[in-house]
């Protein structure tokens, strides 16, 4: 009787172990990350630089893979990086970059194939348009196809406009004429019609250019040549562009039956000079006291308003989640940030979601804590 009353008793607790093993296995609970958290909104990227790719530090490696469902190269898949003269391509980073994407399991963004700035000198003093047409489609073709299947979507055309919205005169213009537009996605998908192919540009909320970007990419798809998505880029400040011409800019890309990204997200809040016109590079201006008030961190009333600023924004992200395919920030942490060195040089920056010391900023908890409360009210 005792005997039967031990195995009786054994039996229960083997039920119960494995019940529960079980039930875990049914509903894994996910770490409360940024990519967990959004995962059936939209994804989550971030820009790499080559420290980043060569995952050198563990704890920046760490947060890369918890936090972030989708990557873009900063800088190494730029022309001037990955083909610096006719016959050279440099393959090693990019090639880092896609492998580390997929070793993730996350969604690869190629930026960018054609675009003005950080231009290889020999496609910049190409002065035949035949020539340029060639070049671009060997360009296009060479790095579309060895990454075909693996990055996900490109930034086909990168800065085409000018800030009233009428074409930029880059070289490509001059050179080809508008031609250049629809041909440069027009080789990206012969290649791999799977990609998905944006128009990425910055000020995409300011209404001239918006007008802009919607007729080019229009005059794209007149011709029967695939675009599947607008790439906002999203360098943004804690108070422009309003929260109305940004949403305004989403719902009218979106009409035109096409995706949208943003691209490049990331809010400064150090003063701006006055005559900067967006992301132009190119541009610098002087540093100054003034210029750089917070090189000892951040006070806390402009962490509370940077926190509020990416609430409102992702407010408008999560209310549009159907049209939006991806919001990624221009890198991890803040001192990674290029608006240190840009559009003046030499600042401290406080943009991002985490800080210099890697630490998740209020920024951070907020976005998470905006997305829970919607789940929690959608339940
Ligand atoms: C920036 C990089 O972050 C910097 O490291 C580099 O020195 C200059 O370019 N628009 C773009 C991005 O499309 O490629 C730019 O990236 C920022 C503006």
């Keep these: 009787m005792k005997i039967k009353k ?44 080559t420290f980043q790719i060569d995952e050198t530090d563990s704890i920046m490696a760490g947060i890369v893979g918890r936090e972030f469902s989708s990557i ?6 730029k022309s001037i990086q990955i083909h610096p003269a006719r016959d050279t391509f440099n393959f090693e980073y990019p090639d880092k970059f896609v492998a580390l994407g997929e070793k993730y399991n996350m969604f690869i963004h190629g930026h960018t194939l054609v675009w003005h700035s950080q231009l290889s000198p020999w496609i910049r ?13 060997s360009h296009i073709k060479t790095i579309v196809s060895r990454y075909k299947g693996r990055v996900n979507s490109w930034d086909v055309v990168n800065e085409a406009l000018n800030e009233d919205g009428s074409l930029r005169k880059s070289v490509f213009l001059e050179v080809m004429g ?6 440069a996605f027009k080789w990206t998908s012969e290649i791999d019609p799977k990609a998905d192919l944006y128009y990425n540009d910055y ?7 918006r007008q802009g970007a919607i007729r080019l990419v229009k005059n794209i798809m007149d011709k029967g040549i695939k675009v ?19 949403e305004k800019s989403i719902v009218e890309y979106a009409a035109l039956g096409v995706k949208v990204a943003i691209t490049e997200l990331d809010i400064s809040v150090l003063p701006n000079p006055e005559d900067l016109v967006g992301a132009e590079i190119t541009q610098n201006f002087q ?8 090189t000892k961190g951040m006070p ?15 407010k408008i992200f999560l209310k549009h989640k159907d049209k939006i395919s991806r919001v990624t920030f221009w890198g991890v942490n803040d001192g990674q940030s290029w608006l240190n060195g840009f559009p003046v040089r030499g600042r401290t920056n406080h943009p991002l979601l985490f800080d210099r010391e890697l630490k998740p900023k209020s920024a951070y908890d907020s976005i998470i804590a905006l997305k829970q409360k919607q789940d929690k009210q959608s339940n």
């Design 125 to 137: 003093n190409i002065k035949d348009s035949t020539e340029m047409a060639e070049a671009l489609e």
């Design 203 to 209: 000020n995409m909320a300011n209404p001239e250019k």
């Design 300 to 314: 806390d009333s402009i962490q509370v308003k940077l926190a509020n600023r990416y609430t409102d924004i992702f």
């Design 72 to 77: 873009t190269a900063e800088n190494e898949m």
């Design 287 to 294: 540093n100054s006291e003034a210029m750089n008030p917070y």
């Design 178 to 183: 508008e031609d250049y537009l629809a041909l």
């Design 6 to 49: 031990q195995f009786l008793f054994i039996i229960a607790i083997l039920v119960l172990v494995i019940g529960c093993k079980q039930a875990s296995e049914v509903t894994p609970t996910k770490p409360v990350t940024l990519r967990n958290v959004y995962e059936d909104a939209f994804y989550i990227g971030t820009a790499l630089n």
């Design 228 to 246: 599947d998505g607008i790439g906002m880029q999203g360098h943004w400040h804690l108070n422009t562009p309003s929260l109305e011409e940004i």
